[in-house]
């Protein structure tokens, strides 16, 4: 019998990071500002030409980078921040770091920002929207940008598992005013930790710069920017939210493996997901029409699944047969559901979200699957689903 896919192991990190590492761990050079053409300033220049931007800011997280996105937009303290309410605690955290307060959009059932609470919600009290594109999805950007420009709001884009989607032809993090991403273990580029920010913006770039700890005149060493860092200086607090040379040595080699990643994950979450579409049981959304995916992961709503309980029962059906779910909503102290951020107060009341949480299912597929994993996956899933649902019943029935 075939085994179990380990699906939590990271992807070893390449080789030509070792010898860098090593010239690091010799010259002891490890902080970015050190000496010019450091490793970190490499990266950002990299990460600049990969994503076709003008400015890049690598940062210590995509939190950090949030954190220092809205610092940047200059908003004022108790500035109020419009977010899908399906998202990581991380975000809604960075919002009340950065001294503003998060509001909660509705996400549907296909994991994307429901457009009319989205337009009920953006009145003129709303200073700035940070859309998180979680797990990668991609909600309507044109819709979004549309209400957004005509407003004159500023749009974030929380991008940290997003790296190598596109939208309409456009990469993903590209489109609102700054994109953040995250190098975190668990997403495409691994580095443990680590972020960075993209803008074409030169004032807002130099903000974030100096705010990000490059303290006295060391935002001379940030290539190609025309900006006002004169007039900023001194007048920002210093947050020291910088990378470090090591990460930026584990980062760099993984850029050029990007596009591959980005392929064959795509590849494998498509596989699964017409698999898991063949169930009555089984419901994976659609991308929308412009969004081109950059998965490691796959989504699927339990369709039918009238009780916890029931859906409860598939995810012990699926580990008895090897596969891990999570379902976000129905884990104790999820991070993922809003209802655990107690920080922001009492919970608000996003009937939507809380269905589509109750019922949707997380399985992780990192890109070194073969078929014949994705295949035990995908068995292992129809046949948990049909564990407690019985036969799969027909079509039209
Ligand atoms: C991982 C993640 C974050 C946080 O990234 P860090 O680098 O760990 O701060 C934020 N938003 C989303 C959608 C994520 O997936």
């Known amino acids: 019998m075939a085994l179990a896919p380990n699906v939590y192991d990271a992807e070893p990190i390449p080789d030509a990071a070792r010898a860098e590492i090593e010239r690091l761990l010799s010259s002891g050079d490890l902080f970015r500002y050190t000496n010019e053409g450091s490793p970190v300033q490499l990266l950002e220049a990299e990460f600049a030409a990969l994503m076709g931007s003008r400015y890049a800011l690598a940062v210590s997280s995509c939190s950090a980078a949030l954190f220092l996105s809205l610092k940047a937009l200059d908003l004022p303290r108790g500035a109020r921040v419009l977010i899908p309410a ?4 991380a975000v809604p955290s960075a919002i009340v770091h950065a001294d503003c307060v998060p509001v909660l959009c509705e996400v549907g059932d296909n994991y994307r920002v429901d457009m009319a609470d989205f337009a009920a919600k953006i009145d003129d009290d709303i200073a700035c929207v940070l859309i998180s594109h979680m797990r990668g999805h991609t909600s309507d950007m044109d819709a979004i940008m549309a209400a957004c420009d005509a407003r004159g709001i500023p749009v974030v884009e929380d991008a940290a598992h997003s790296l190598g989607t596109v939208w309409g032809g456009r990469k993903i993090g590209t489109v609102g005013k700054i994109g ?3 190098f975190q ?8 930790e680590g972020g960075i920010l993209i803008t074409d913006d030169p004032e807002l770039a130099a903000r974030a710069t100096i705010m990000s700890g490059a303290y006295e005149h060391n935002w001379k060493k ?13 007048k920002l607090p210093l947050y020291n939210m910088r990378l470090q040379n090591l990460s930026a040595a584990i980062i760099r080699p993984q850029l050029p493996l990007v596009a591959d990643r980005v392929a064959k994950g795509r ?9 898991l579409n ?10 929308l029409a412009p969004e081109e995916r950059a998965p490691d992961s796959i989504q699927f709503n339990l369709a039918g699944f009238e009780t916890d309980a029931e859906a409860r029962a598939f995810q012990d059906a699926a580990k008895a047969r090897g596969v891990a779910v999570q379902v976000f909503g129905l884990s104790q102290d999820n991070a993922r559901a809003f209802w655990n951020w107690q920080f922001l107060g009492e919970a608000p009341d996003l009937p939507q979200t ?15 699957l073969t078929r014949d994993d994705l295949d035990f996956i995908a068995e292992a899933l129809l046949a948990a689903a049909e564990d407690v649902k019985g036969e799969a019943r027909a079509y039209g029935t």
């Open 222 to 234: 940030h290539a190609g920017l025309q900006n006002s860092f004169h007039h900023w200086q001194n």
């Open 267 to 275: 590849a494998n979450h498509d596989y699964v997901a017409d698999r």
């Open 86 to 89: 399906f998202t990581f605690a």
């Open 185 to 192: 273990s668990y997403k495409l580029v691994n580095s443990g």
């Open 354 to 368: 809380r269905a589509m949480l109750m019922r949707a299912c997380d399985v992780r597929l990192p890109v070194r």
């Open 278 to 287: 063949s169930s009555a049981w089984l419901d994976v959304p659609p991308p």
């Open 180 to 182: 953040c991403f995250s």
